[in-house]
Nanobody, 116 residues
């Protein structure tokens, strides 16, 4: 069984920084894409950032220049460094991974709240 476990969410003031991380565990052969989605109350889930196994990164326009995604393949972990946070970044951040031979997996989510 494969699991994605997020950590690092919390409450921060506008302009502040926060890092969330997500570790994959279980019978993993290899991980292709890893990334983060977010869902705010009353809104659809949206892609925040994605990183391929080769290190190619993709960001939502709303977070470009403020958020940085990275991964440690040895630890099967993906990170999202969030700087210059805005109240509109408030959401549940959900980890995503595509495992070779297994398909898409999602974490439970971690709450990020940004106060104005």
């Amino acid at each position: 069984q494969v699991q994605l476990v997020e950590s690092g969410g919390g409450l921060v003031q506008a302009g502040g920084s926060l890092t969330v991380s997500c570790a994959a565990s279980g019978r993993i052969f290899s991980i292709n894409d890893m990334g983060w989605y977010r869902q705010a109350p009353g809104k659809q889930r949206e892609l925040v950032a994605l990183i391929t196994s080769g290190g190619t990164k993709q960001y939502a326009d709303s977070v470009k220049g403020r958020f940085t995604i990275s991964r440690d393949n040895a630890k099967n972990t993906v990170y999202l460094q969030m700087n210059s946070l805005k109240p509109e970044d408030t959401a549940v951040y959900v980890c995503y991974a595509y495992f070779y031979g297994l398909g898409d997996y999602w974490g439970q989510g971690t709450q990020v709240a940004v106060s104005s």
